[in-house]
């Protein structure tokens, strides 16, 4: 039985490993990467054939390509395996009408906690006595009774 048991554990140890786990999401070596893009000199050919497709293009403007660079690894044993990030880089790059580079913005992780983000907050400008208001009501009550059957609250 002690043999059994010390094979299982000298499994058990042997698939264990002091190296940390990195887990990368987006393109890797962001920052070394960007540094080969020439502005006005660099084509969207070149763009993707070095980084791959972007991970986001610009909702208005198709001509603003965004790539994501976010590396984690495991933190301490004290803090259960709870996630940190090591790595934050996003790339913003901005293409002319001809297709050259024209801007590009590299953000790491340190420059992105100096940009000041607004505090104002929006309002809702619905009523209850709205026609939307009104007739979105209507349609939940349909959908929760739709034959008009069930008992009325008194």
């Known amino acids: 039985m002690k043999k ?8 058990f ?6 190296n940390k786990v990195e887990k990368t999401h987006g393109v890797p070596y962001l920052n070394e990467k960007q540094q ?14 070095l980084l791959g497709p972007p ?13 994501i660079e976010r590396q984690k690894t ?3 044993i004290y803090k259960l395996g ?19 580079l024209a801007k590009k913005d590299f953000l790491d992780i340190d420059s992105m906690r100096k940009i000041k983000y607004s505090d ?17 009501s209507s349609m939940r009550q349909r959908l929760n009774d739709p034959l008009g059957k069930r008992k009325k609250a008194k």
Do not use: H, P, Q
């Open 4 to 11: 059994y048991f010390l094979i299982l554990l000298a499994l």
């Open 13 to 18: 140890i042997s698939n264990c490993t002091l």
């Open 36 to 49: 080969k893009l020439i502005l006005n000199k660099s084509n969207k050919n070149d763009i993707v054939n």
């Open 55 to 67: 991970s986001t293009k610009g909702s208005f403007d198709n001509d603003i390509w965004i790539y």
């Open 74 to 76: 495991g933190s301490k």
């Open 82 to 100: 709870k996630k940190r990030i090591n790595k934050n880089n996003v790339l913003i790059l901005e293409i002319n009408e001809m297709g050259l």
């Open 120 to 136: 104002k907050t929006t309002t809702n400008v619905y009523s209850k006595n709205s026609f939307v208001y009104s007739f979105l």
